[in-house]
């Protein structure tokens, strides 16, 4: 509220004491005057009261109006008719006293000074309001009935006068007193107030700040356990979140589906079309997953399956439902794999996509530890990528029982080159026509603490997919070389038997796997002319082949002998054949064994590819004398086999 309007809301508020008053005064002296001899003063109080009530009923319009319109300033005409009201009732008074004291006795004239001397004194309190208004009704009451005194030719009512006037000047600077100590209140109320919303304002802002910042808090609370729990990519549960999802298992029996899905080569897809848009296809196949699940969960009556994204590729789903829902949901995963499997399109790309699923279930009243179920599914998963990839595996006892047998293989192969548990055989390779020993072959064994002997075919596939294989054939390596330097020289041959040793595509495509069988050689001191690498055709593989190759060339180029090994039995390129710097091809045992019409042919036409290309020819798998004279016939350059000597651990040429 402005100032102004202050001012106005407390005139108002005191003028009815002020009408009071006066009212009461022209009563009071109706009362005092015999009014009998003065028949003019009934006129006057009738006026004087007709005046008193005209000013109350505008003030209590005025006063209703400002109720009404708080804010809106008063209008003119108001502020004009009370100032007039004012004005008119001093000079009422006056009137009184110009007319009367001539006529009043002693005690009257006194009342009437009295009664005009309390109006005036009053009127510096009630009107302190109007700065203005106030000093003339002070004026108007005091003024002329100080003059009509002086001019009565009295000199008491002339002293009378005097003290009136100089009354009168101390009323004036009353008023303006109360007037400036009215003005300094409402201007500290009206700072107060301003304080207040001041107060509020920021109080309200305050609030307003905090309950954004909760807000906010909230929100970005919400966003990081999200964050926290979800992958960023798929929108899918991390692990975390699936591990501590919730999952309302109950006391009654309830049926657990556990999922384990495993993206075939996708490595491959990231290599190939780059991994923006390998990020796109996961996200393709997440959102697939979502809907296909749903569906899934919708036909076998699952009431809850979290989805997750375990790993780069992988991705686990867990469905629950009740047990007299249970039904054969085989069908239904083969659906789910035949959806997921559908191509893609990326970009301008559409790309087919294999996956491997294992499936673990169980019927349970409260559910297994979630790290044991996913270690059941992701053996079965194993299995279906043993299986070929692209495959459905349900988990079993049997397979647990040889995955942990692998994980028991697997770990002890690490340290098998120093636990004394490896060690070498030796099987001789027969020159066909002098029957005179050409070299050995290094066959690696293998005696398990638990296991026992463990086939060469299942412990070189583990080293293969570890790094064991690095370790094991450093250890290979040394130990052949160090047995074939002590070897004698046999009456009648210029040298003494090469060894052969069976090394791994991983070997080869390791970078320095040259200097490491160089260094090996001089340490041992075996001449390189000794040395024979046997590979499989798996160096012929594409994403192999030009890594391989410069391993090769780089041993060839030493003096070192390289032979193809199990030659028939894998992917031959007759085109790459002639890339790799070879010397020796060597006819898988399987087609020497059962020496049938096509056994023959495909020897036949080893022998003849290797006359072209200027390579000796090896025939494995020798088990008769009959297959030896027929070998020989055919013109195989070196035979190996059960026949001519078995695998020994100390050959003496």
């Not at 003096?559 to 090994?565: A, F």
């Not at 085109?575 to 087609?591: E, G, N, T, V, Y």
Request: charged share 20%.
């Amino acid at each position: 509220m402005s100032y102004s309007l202050r001012l106005w809301r407390e005139n108002l508020n005191n003028h009815t004491q002020g009408i009071v008053v006066n009212a009461a005064a022209v009563i009071g002296l109706s009362c005092i005057i015999d009014n009998h001899a003065l028949p003019w003063l009934h006129g006057w109080i009738a006026g004087a009261l007709l005046l008193c009530l005209l000013r109350y009923a505008l003030e209590r319009y005025s006063l209703r109006d400002l109720l009404r319109h708080p804010q809106r300033p008063p209008p003119g005409w108001q502020r004009g008719l009370l100032a007039a009201g004012l004005i008119g009732s001093a000079l009422m008074w006056s009137l009184n006293a110009a007319y009367g004291l001539p006529h009043y006795s002693a005690n009257e004239k006194f009342s009437v000074m009295i009664i005009i001397s309390a109006l005036a004194g009053g009127a510096t309190g009630t009107l302190a309001s109007m700065r203005i208004i106030g000093k003339l009704y002070i004026a108007s009451l005091l003024l002329p009935t100080c003059l009509a005194m002086w001019l009565s030719g009295d000199d008491k009512l002339a002293i009378l006068a005097v003290l009136g006037i100089i009354f009168a000047f101390i009323m004036f600077n009353s008023h303006a007193n109360n007037f400036k100590l009215l003005s300094n209140t409402l201007s500290l109320s009206s700072d107060k107030e301003a304080l207040i919303r001041q107060l509020s304002e920021k109080n309200r802002h305050i609030s307003d700040v905090n309950s954004h910042l909760e807000q906010r808090i909230q929100e970005r609370t919400q966003a990081l356990e999200f964050l926290a729990n979800h992958d960023p990519l798929t929108s899918l549960l991390n692990r975390r979140g699936f591990l501590s999802y919730s999952y309302a298992s109950g006391t009654d029996l309830r049926h657990q589906t556990l999922i384990f899905i495993d993206l075939d080569h996708f490595k491959d897809i990231n290599e190939g079309m780059g991994h923006e848009h390998g990020d796109q296809l996961l996200q393709a196949f997440s959102q697939r997953l979502s809907h296909e699940v749903a569906k899934l969960a919708r036909h076998i009556g699952a009431s809850d399956h979290p989805i997750c994204r375990w790993g780069g590729d992988e991705f686990v789903l867990c469905l629950l439902r009740a047990v007299d829902q249970q039904d054969d949901g085989r069908a239904h995963y083969r659906q789910l794999h035949a959806a997921l499997s559908a191509s893609y399109h990326i970009g301008p790309h559409q790309v087919h996509l294999g996956l491997s699923m294992g499936i673990f279930e169980s019927i349970t009243a409260t559910l297994p530890q979630m790290q044991a179920a996913l270690t059941c599914a992701d053996i079965a998963t194993s299995e279906a990528k043993k299986n070929g990839r692209g495959q459905i595996s349900f988990y079993s006892e049997a397979s647990y029982t040889l995955q942990r047998r692998r994980l028991k293989l697997t770990q002890a192969l690490a340290q098998a080159h120093q636990d004394g548990s490896l060690h070498l055989l030796y099987q001789p390779i027969y020159t066909a026509g002098t029957g005179q020993i050409a070299s050995y072959e290094a066959l690696l064994r293998w005696r398990h603490a638990e296991y026992g002997n463990i086939v060469p075919d299942e412990f070189i596939a583990l080293a293969e997919t570890s790094n064991a294989i690095q370790t094991i054939g450093r250890w290979v390596l040394e130990q052949a070389c160090r047995q074939a330097a002590s070897w004698p020289t046999a009456p009648g041959q210029p040298q003494p038997p090469r060894i052969a040793i069976n090394t791994s595509i991983r070997q080869l495509v390791q970078p320095g796997y040259s200097d490491l069988v160089s260094a090996t050689l001089q340490q041992c001191g075996l001449a390189p002319q000794r040395l024979i690498i046997e590979v499989t055709e798996s160096v012929l593989d594409e994403r192999n082949m030009d890594r391989a190759s410069a391993s090769l060339s780089a041993l060839h180029g030493l003096g070192v002998e390289i032979h193809l090994d199990d030659f028939g039995t894998g992917y031959s390129s007759l085109s790459r054949l002639r890339q790799l710097p070879l010397d020796a091809l060597k006819i898988d045992k399987s087609f020497v064994t059962d020496m049938d019409e096509k056994s023959l042919t495909v020897i036949e036409a080893a022998l003849l590819i290797a006359r072209r290309y200027g390579l000796r020819v090896v025939a494995e798998g020798v088990e008769s004398a009959q297959q030896i004279a027929t070998l020989r016939s055919m013109g195989v350059d070196e035979l190996q086999g059960y026949h001519l000597g078995r695998p020994a651990p100390l050959p003496a040429p």
